[in-house]
């Protein structure tokens, strides 16, 4: 069989918690796993006779996305997760899917985001800023969606994004660590691809849940580091404290 010469992109699932996920999120989680690859496989999950589903009911014909009905048999919503989950696993195996996304501030799903990353998938979660850390920890990446949609309204409203998250204390502690591990030369720089590697490593923090679009950004606005662009355009970064 001839080959092509067409090199396909990879294959995103995005797997949505329509019960506890906010609809206005949905075109900033898409434009962020464009960066993952292709989402071809979008579904959502909820019991769609419900009115507060109202809002992603209308988006489904809109988005391409794929309503899955799960109805209420006892209280809580225990079937929802379990949906979502077998139809992880069934993906996983199937081995056609390059990357996950689940939208969903729920901590059940920290198992299937461990089980995900094990064959070495990238798993991104977007939930609110309450999500359990269990969960978030689980991801490769973990998104905050409020950040996301505030940060597309400061955009589309145009002008110059608002004012900036407050960086936390142990997300500079994290980039001081990286930057610590990280290979400097005779003047102490290391370069930001490598610092930002290793945090990415040790944890599923993302540059966007602060109101930043990219890691330099966030660091220039750290007193603790100075950044240097090198002729290559490479960015180079070293701590001062």
Same mark, same amino acid.
Not at 8 to 37: K, W
């Given at each position: 069989?001839?080959?092509?010469?067409?090199?396909? +992109?990879?294959? !995103?699932?995005?797997?949505?918690?329509?019960?506890?996920?906010?609809?206005?999120?949905?075109?900033?989680?898409?434009?962020?796993?464009?960066?993952?690859?292709?989402?071809?496989?979008?579904?959502?999950? $909820?019991?769609?006779?419900?009115? %507060?589903?109202?809002?992603?009911?209308?988006?489904?014909?809109?988005?391409?996305?794929?309503?899955?009905?799960?109805?209420?048999?006892?209280?809580?919503?225990?079937?929802?997760?379990?949906?979502?989950?077998?139809?992880?696993?069934?993906?996983?195996?199937?081995?056609?899917?390059?990357?996950? $996304?689940?939208?969903? %501030?729920? +901590?059940?799903?920290?198992?299937?985001?461990?089980?995900?990353?094990?064959?070495? !998938?990238?798993?991104?979660?977007?939930?609110?800023? =309450?999500?359990?850390?269990?969960?978030?920890?689980?991801?490769?990446?973990?998104?905050?969606?409020?950040?996301? !949609?505030?940060?597309?309204?400061?955009?589309? $409203?145009?002008?110059?994004?608002?004012?900036?998250?407050?960086?936390?204390?142990?997300?500079?502690?994290?980039?001081?660590?990286?930057?610590?591990?990280? =290979?400097?030369?005779? =003047?102490?720089?290391?370069?930001? +691809?490598?610092?930002?590697? @290793?945090?990415?490593?040790? %944890?599923?923090?993302?540059?966007?849940?602060?109101?930043?679009?990219?890691?330099?950004?966030?660091?220039?606005?750290?007193?603790?580091?100075?950044?240097?662009?090198?002729?290559? $355009?490479?960015?180079?970064?070293? @701590?001062?404290?």
């Amino acid at each position: 069989m001839a080959h092509s010469d067409h090199v396909q +992109s990879p294959n !995103i699932a995005l797997l949505i918690d329509a019960d506890n996920a906010s609809h206005a999120g949905l075109d900033p989680v898409l434009t962020v796993l464009a960066e993952l690859g292709t989402v071809n496989i979008r579904r959502a999950y $909820g019991n769609w006779r419900k009115q %507060s589903l109202k809002g992603w009911a209308d988006l489904v014909h809109k988005y391409g996305i794929e309503p899955q009905q799960q109805f209420d048999l006892t209280r809580g919503k225990n079937a929802t997760d379990m949906k979502i989950t077998i139809d992880a696993m069934d993906l996983l195996f199937s081995r056609r899917v390059d990357g996950f $996304g689940i939208m969903s %501030s729920d +901590s059940d799903f920290m198992p299937v985001a461990m089980r995900i990353r094990q064959d070495g !998938i990238p798993v991104y979660g977007f939930g609110a800023g =309450k999500t359990p850390d269990g969960f978030k920890q689980a991801c490769t990446r973990f998104i905050d969606v409020d950040a996301l !949609i505030r940060a597309e309204r400061q955009e589309n $409203g145009g002008g110059k994004q608002g004012k900036k998250g407050e960086v936390e204390e142990d997300v500079v502690a994290l980039l001081i660590d990286a930057y610590d591990a990280a =290979k400097r030369d005779e =003047k102490g720089f290391a370069a930001l +691809s490598a610092v930002g590697q @290793r945090a990415g490593n040790r %944890s599923s923090f993302d540059v966007r849940n602060y109101g930043y679009t990219r890691l330099r950004d966030l660091i220039e606005d750290i007193p603790n580091f100075q950044t240097e662009q090198r002729e290559n $355009g490479q960015v180079w970064v070293k @701590r001062l404290r």
